[in-house]
């Protein structure tokens, strides 16, 4: 079939909208209105309006990036969940198109949750989420029940498939808690047959993988586990991603209620990189090491995608569900994504780097080359709100290590972020306590990271709402969201002993 003929059947086929996703549709499409551009990030994706959660649907269909995501249109806080749906064609310039699900049915009136897409043999686009309703049990308990649902569209419309749930608790093994079953993240294999991972867990909340095969994306079957936690990261795994680089296999996902090991992994909900091999005949998946994928304040769900020209890329989440729901519900919007960085293992490691196109947004590059310095500094032409700063770090005199060197942003006269580096424990700490929030809420994370000879490289993106940080290349990154109004855009840098750093700052250009 040419795509042409595709265009004309599926538009022929368009779906039967519920009133719910009518509604839900007309209330985005008002009151986006009411948000003024210049409080929105300028290349993260947010909220078109009210509440976002994880990214769902990362994928590439007709020449465009699609990017779904858990959306709560009526207000700025967690509610029954929708899909919102928007596209891209450089992945930092998002259009916002009409939201895609809404809880219109008997399985999933409690929520349409997190889930993936892919394109049919026929031109079509698949989603996958889970369905969520509430069911009384024997004890008179009201549980939620959690399935997994389809829909089928044209990447603008889509209609919920008649045959929902196609995934259900008779679908887990044994063993399984019939309450913890979500989030399916699906993917061509190399025999062009489709295979999906979801996320399950034991009767005591321990987290485990669930592995799924089909043939046609409609019906499917349950290979194995996949993986087990077996009590070692937190408990319930959510949000699992599953996909070859370079050479080796590798698990995504982020634990629930975690334990803090070290500066590696930290209390609360976190993420979570396994690294490993795959014997794609016995689908079998052998760990090597693991790793936190993000080290900061807020970052969770990532998805991935292999773009066309062969990269894989990733986008997480950047909220933290312990502080997330804090904010005031006048507040229009509430959440966004990280931005898109590209993946490569390197020395066994997880490496993430930002997106290389976010270079075609540079402009007004000002460079500074062996500024040595102690105590504190500004240097002109270093300030912005919207910026990507590099810099290196090492000692000004080698025969006196200093003890800390902190770069101070998003500054006024009050308030002020600071990301900090302290050779002696090569550790580097995102600190937003003095960014404007009125809360007692977690506002510094710190990180192990590579350093010799008290050198260090950071590369800080910073957006109209966000850090992200960079270290060595993409060795570590820290990400946290800032509470500072954006007309705070000083920049400072300090020194416990002698420095020396080069830096380079481009503005970016939305």
């Known amino acids: 079939m040419h795509n042409g003929e595709i265009e004309e059947t599926i538009q022929e086929d368009l779906p ?6 009518r509604d839900a549709r007309k209330y985005e499409e008002i009151n986006e209105k009411r948000i003024p551009k210049e409080e929105r990030p300028g290349f993260h994706l947010a909220a078109r309006v009210g509440w976002m959660n994880d990214p769902n649907g990362f994928s590439y269909y007709r020449g465009k990036y699609h990017m779904f995501y858990q959306y709560h249109p009526y207000n700025s806080h967690w509610g029954p969940m929708h899909w919102g749906h928007a596209v891209s064609e450089d992945l930092l310039h998002w259009t916002y198109l009409p939201a895609a699900l809404a809880p219109d049915t008997a399985y999933d009136g409690a929520g349409c949750f997190s889930g993936s897409a892919v394109e049919l043999a026929d031109g079509r686009q698949l989603l996958m989420y889970t369905g969520v309703f509430r069911r009384t049990g024997s004890d008179g308990i009201e549980r939620d029940i959690q399935t997994q649902c389809l829909a089928v569209g044209d990447g603008r419309d889509y209609e919920k ?3 929902n749930p196609i995934l259900t608790e008779k679908d887990m093994p044994k063993g399984s808690n019939k309450h913890e079953f979500r989030d399916p993240k699906m993917w061509r294999a190399l025999d062009g047959t489709l295979r999906c991972v979801a996320a399950g867990g034991t009767p005591e909340r321990d987290g485990r993988i669930f592995l799924y095969s089909s043939q046609d994306g409609f019906q499917w079957k349950f290979e194995k586990v996949l993986i087990e936690n077996n009590g070692r990261f937190g408990s319930m795994w959510e949000c699992p991603d599953f996909f070859p680089l370079d050479e080796k296999q590798v698990l995504l996902t982020s634990p629930m209620d975690m334990l803090p090991q070290d500066l590696e992994y930290h209390n609360g909900n976190g993420t979570l990189c396994i690294i490993g091999t795959y ?10 090491r693991n790793q936190a994928i993000d080290y900061g304040i807020d970052f969770y769900a990532p998805q991935t995608i292999l773009t066309p020209d062969g990269r894989r890329v990733m986008i997480g989440w950047m909220q933290n569900w312990d502080t997330c729901n804090l904010h005031s519900p006048e507040k229009p919007w509430f959440g966004q994504m990280s931005l898109p960085r590209e993946l490569s293992i390197v020395n066994g490691r997880l490496v993430q780097r930002p997106l290389r196109e ?3 947004l540079w402009g007004g590059k000002v460079h500074y080359q062996n500024v040595t310095f102690s105590g504190s500094m500004k240097l002109e032409g270093i300030s912005g709100r919207r910026i990507d700063m590099e810099i290196t770090v090492r000692p000004g005199d080698t025969s006196n290590l200093f003890q800390k060197f902190s770069v101070w ?3 006024d006269e009050i308030y002020h972020t600071s990301v900090s580096f302290r050779p002696r424990e090569s550790i580097v700490k995102v600190d937003r306590k003095f960014s404007g929030s009125r809360r007692a809420i977690i506002h510094q994370r710190r990180s192990r990271v590579n350093s010799k000879d008290g050198q260090v490289r950071l590369r800080l993106i910073l957006d109209t709402c966000s850090v992200e940080v960079f270290v ?3 060795e570590h990154v820290l990400s946290a969201t800032l509470y500072t109004d954006p007309s705070a855009d000083g920049i400072s840098f300090l020194a416990d002993g002698s420095v020396t750093i080069d830096v380079t700052k481009y503005d970016i250009l939305c």
Do not use: K
């Open 409 to 411: 942003f998003a500054q």
């Open 161 to 163: 498939y008649p045959g």
């Open 279 to 288: 014997d794609q005949e016995s689908q079998t998946f052998t760990e090597e």
């Open 16 to 21: 039967i909208m519920s009133q719910t996703l």
């Open 358 to 360: 976010l270079e075609q």
């Open 472 to 474: 060595n290349d993409g």
